[in-house]
């Protein structure tokens, strides 16, 4: 197979799928890694896809760009599980808690399990299904309706509805992209008209970001870093990017570092 054609054919499966292991490419057209990597970086130089940890998406810069839950999941794997175990230390027993859609979030409610009597309000399927298949019977899991994205979340105009009339102390948000600028931003008008019902509705907003999402402009803003009290990254992120989200959000935690987790941090005085 000429490299044209191999590039044609990781392009059509990058295209169809959303997100691609490169281990994947390889198996799939029986050559080396080292081809793979070739044609990979053709098409990256051509500006036809993204290079990401461990694989390869269409760009990111195409502001409706959405891939699916199940190709995201295969991305940034022990990034994302970082920054879920990180972000798990701030919930107690007796909270109640938001979580929005996303992988990072749904690899934090694989880490909440072992926390007795929450209240867990989501509009993702897929957090939903980890605490149903969890089987405890101290946790409350509420899922809102809702038309559903590529990634499973549950959006529109009868999940804001819902979020309106609740109260949560803690929000753990995920998103497709965040830069100083702009702040949180997603691909889908609808899921960022939802987001900011869950924020609105949370004391204490909790974002959770791997260092891939900086510098990603999606097409809708969701909320500025200042509404963010707490920003939990990996330690991917250049330090000078943590240095800026530093200067703005007050509790910027790099996952694998030592985190305060006093009762005085997780929720602020009620009085």
């Given at each position: 197979m000429l490299a044209h054609q191999r590039q044609q054919k990781i392009l059509d499966q990058v295209t169809a799928e959303g997100a691609v292991k490169v281990a994947d490419l390889g198996a799939a057209l029986s050559v080396s890694d080292m081809t793979i990597r070739r044609d990979v970086n053709e098409l990256v130089a051509r500006g036809l896809v993204e290079r990401v940890h461990g694989g390869v998406t269409l760009p990111r810069s195409a502001s409706v760009f959405?891939?699916?839950?199940?190709?995201?999941?295969?991305?940034?794997?022990?990034a994302k599980s970082a920054i879920a175990k990180a972000a798990a230390r701030f919930v107690r027993p007796g909270t109640s808690i938001g979580i929005s859609g996303g992988t990072t979030t749904h690899a934090l409610a694989q880490e909440l399990l072992d926390v007795p009597d929450i209240?867990?309000?989501?509009?993702?399927?897929?957090?939903a299904e980890v605490f149903h298949t969890g089987g405890r019977t101290d946790q409350t899991v509420l899922l809102t309706g809702g038309e559903r994205t590529p990634s499973y979340a549950l959006v529109g105009p009868l999940t804001v509805s819902?979020?309106?009339?609740?109260?949560?102390?803690?929000?753990?948000?995920?998103?497709?992209?965040v830069d100083i600028e702009s702040g949180l931003t997603c691909p889908n008008l609808m899921e960022a008209q939802t987001n900011q019902a869950l924020v609105a509705s949370s004391r204490r907003v909790i974002v959770l970001a791997d260092h891939t999402k900086w510098g990603v402009r999606a097409l809708a803003n969701t909320i500025p870093l200042s509404r963010v009290d707490v920003f939990v990254t990996d330690a991917g992120l250049d330090p000078g990017v943590q240095d800026a989200l530093s200067e703005v959000i007050d509790d910027v935690v790099i996952a694998g570092e030592p985190v305060d987790t006093n009762e005085e941090r997780v929720l602020d005085d009620r009085a």
């Open positions: 959405e891939p699916g839950f199940s190709a995201k999941s295969e991305l940034d794997r022990d209240t867990v309000v989501t509009n993702s399927l897929p957090v819902a979020l309106q009339s609740i109260h949560l102390d803690m929000l753990f948000l995920g998103t497709h992209g």
